[in-house]
């Protein structure tokens, strides 16, 4: 495990983010007007009627301060001028096996309280007149005794808004989220080309990952031929398709907590596809490029249309110039999600809409609702790019009922759509200089 490993690169870079997340904290409490953080872990829930818990996701406040993604019932209090205290929840539990004794990189950087029960764990919070002064982040549920979180806006604000800008810890647990993931990716091509399911191209990308199902930041998904104009396809079909046309499969990996969110796309060789393809991925690294400090993402989301709506006309499948499909929203037809989103802590990380460290709201342009990020882009932020061109029925229908319908080349349309689509996805780091782009760079280091 990676936060167990003293030679891990993050170990190095771990006290300066914790200090980085202090010196936010101090801001984000005295914007508010509290004395203390509270961040609980979280608590496990359970289905109806039942004694069976749903997966336990950590509460993302928790886990900016900590590569712990398993310790449910815990807290990091953090106080302004004190060392951060972690109550570590390590229950008696001979059904289940408990959490290992605090160990690892991190584990220095805190006064650690071991407790047996959750209940414990709230005695060593802040107690009396000063529980009115705590600022506790996390999901209000009546199994987690201590504190109810009160989520002050000011303060979650200002943390969201200063997660934009990773830390050097964070940029490297990036890079190794990329490298785990793109070892699934070589393997799952393998599979593909070998002619397996949908599942066994899963399992094949589990396997190179070392991840388990549970690990993953995201569902991935795993579609073969027409699955990839299911934008979420959600099923990973045991049997095989009568052809392996097509493949889509987005999938990520996670490093202490940061996950990486990769996309790829390949064909059997058919000619159009694979043009479409390279047109995607052509598109891809010029919008990659674009990742710079001051760059409005609002913007890369519009180039990326007309890009792809080029890449449509090149190659014969929409005879209208880019602009005029942009203008008519025929290239939503074919690219009808954002281009991408910021990465983090979480697979679609915080704070994409906001105008500025206490608050407002940049909405998405018009007729462009799932763009998730509308924030000019600063150092040492990390975004996707993903942009896709897709043959999705539902959303072709209107169009050939539509007065645009002369013209599409409605012909090679039908041909593609037993493709599916295609999707391109990377993950792209701003810097004063040219981008970085983990995903590539991490490519091209696992060949
Ligand atoms: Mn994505």
């Known amino acids: 495990?990676?936060?167990?490993?003293?030679?891990?690169?993050?170990?190095?870079?771990?006290?300066?983010?914790?200090?980085?997340?202090?010196?936010?904290?101090?801001?984000?409490?005295a914007a508010g007007g509290f004395e203390h953080l509270l961040l609980p872990s979280g608590t496990l829930r359970y289905q109806f009627l039942d004694d069976r818990p749903y997966p336990f996701a950590a509460n993302p406040q928790f886990k900016a301060w900590l590569p712990l993604e398993q310790v449910p019932d815990s807290?990091?209090?953090?106080?302004?001028?004190?060392?951060?205290?972690?109550?570590?929840?390590?229950?008696?539990?001979?059904?289940?096996?408990?959490?290992?004794?605090?160990?690892?990189?991190?584990?220095?950087?805190?006064?650690?309280?071991?407790?047996?029960?959750?209940?414990?764990?709230?005695?060593?919070?802040?107690?009396?007149?000063?529980?009115?002064?705590?600022?506790?982040?996390?999901?209000p549920d009546w199994r987690l005794p201590g504190r109810v979180p009160n989520n002050p806006t000011p303060v979650l604000e200002r943390l969201h808004w200063a997660r934009?800008?990773?830390?050097?810890?964070?940029?490297?647990?990036?890079?190794?989220?990329?490298?785990?993931?793109?070892?699934?990716?070589?393997?799952?091509?393998?599979?593909?080309?070998?002619?397996?399911?949908?599942?066994?191209?899963?399992?094949?990308?589990?396997?190179?990952?070392?991840?388990?199902?549970?690990?993953?930041?995201?569902?991935?998904i795993v579609g073969l031929n027409e699955h990839g104009a299911v934008l979420h396809y959600q099923y990973k079909r045991r049997d095989l398709p009568a052809a392996h046309r097509s493949l889509l499969i987005d999938a990520g990996a996670t490093a202490a907590g940061y996950c990486a969110d990769i996309t790829r796309s390949y064909g059997d060789g058919d000619e159009l596809f694979q043009?479409?393809?390279?047109?995607?991925?052509?598109?891809?690294?010029?919008l990659c490029a674009m990742v710079r400090p001051g760059v409005d993402y609002r913007d890369i989301h519009l180039d990326c249309h007309r890009l792809?709506?080029?890449?449509?006309?090149?190659?014969g499948i929409v005879r209208m110039d880019p602009e005029s499909q942009l203008e008519t929203g025929v290239s939503s037809v074919f690219f009808p999600h954002g281009v991408g989103h910021y990465l983090g802590l979480q697979?679609?990380?915080v704070g994409g809409f906001m105008a500025g460290p206490d608050g407002g709201r940049i909405e998405p342009p018009d007729g462009h609702p799932f763009l998730r990020l509308t924030r000019s882009l600063v150092e040492e932020a990390v975004v996707t790019i993903e942009p896709g061109l897709y043959f999705i029925p539902m959303l072709l229908a209107p169009?050939?009922?539509?007065?645009?319908?002369?013209?599409?080349?409605?012909?090679?349309?039908?041909?593609l759509q037993a493709f599916g689509g295609v999707r391109i996805e990377d993950n792209v780091r701003a810097t004063a200089d040219r981008p970085e782009n983990l995903t590539r760079d991490a490519w091209a280091a696992a060949r």
């Not at 890079?175 to 785990?180: D, E, I, P, S, Y």
């Open 75 to 139: 807290w990091l209090a953090y106080t302004p001028g004190r060392r951060p205290r972690l109550v570590y929840c390590q229950p008696d539990d001979y059904w289940h096996l408990p959490p290992a004794p605090p160990h690892g990189y991190w584990a220095e950087q805190f006064e650690i309280i071991v407790v047996r029960s959750a209940a414990q764990a709230a005695e060593h919070l802040p107690t009396g007149s000063a529980t009115a002064r705590c600022a506790i982040l996390g999901e």
């Open 399 to 415: 169009l050939r009922a539509g007065p645009h319908a002369d013209a599409v080349d409605w012909a090679k349309v039908e041909h």
């Open 308 to 315: 792809l709506a080029g890449v449509l006309r090149d190659l």
């Open 164 to 220: 934009a800008v990773k830390t050097a810890y964070e940029l490297e647990a990036l890079r190794m989220a990329n490298a785990r993931a793109v070892r699934g990716h070589l393997a799952a091509e393998e599979a593909f080309r070998a002619g397996a399911s949908e599942r066994a191209i899963h399992d094949a990308y589990l396997q190179a990952t070392g991840h388990n199902d549970l690990d993953l930041p995201y569902d991935s």
């Open 347 to 349: 697979v679609h990380d």
């Open 1 to 29: 495990m990676t936060a167990d490993n003293p030679h891990t690169p993050l170990a190095a870079l771990y006290p300066a983010h914790v200090q980085t997340l202090c010196a936010r904290a101090d801001e984000a409490l």
């Open 275 to 286: 043009a479409l393809i390279a047109g995607v991925d052509g598109v891809e690294q010029a």
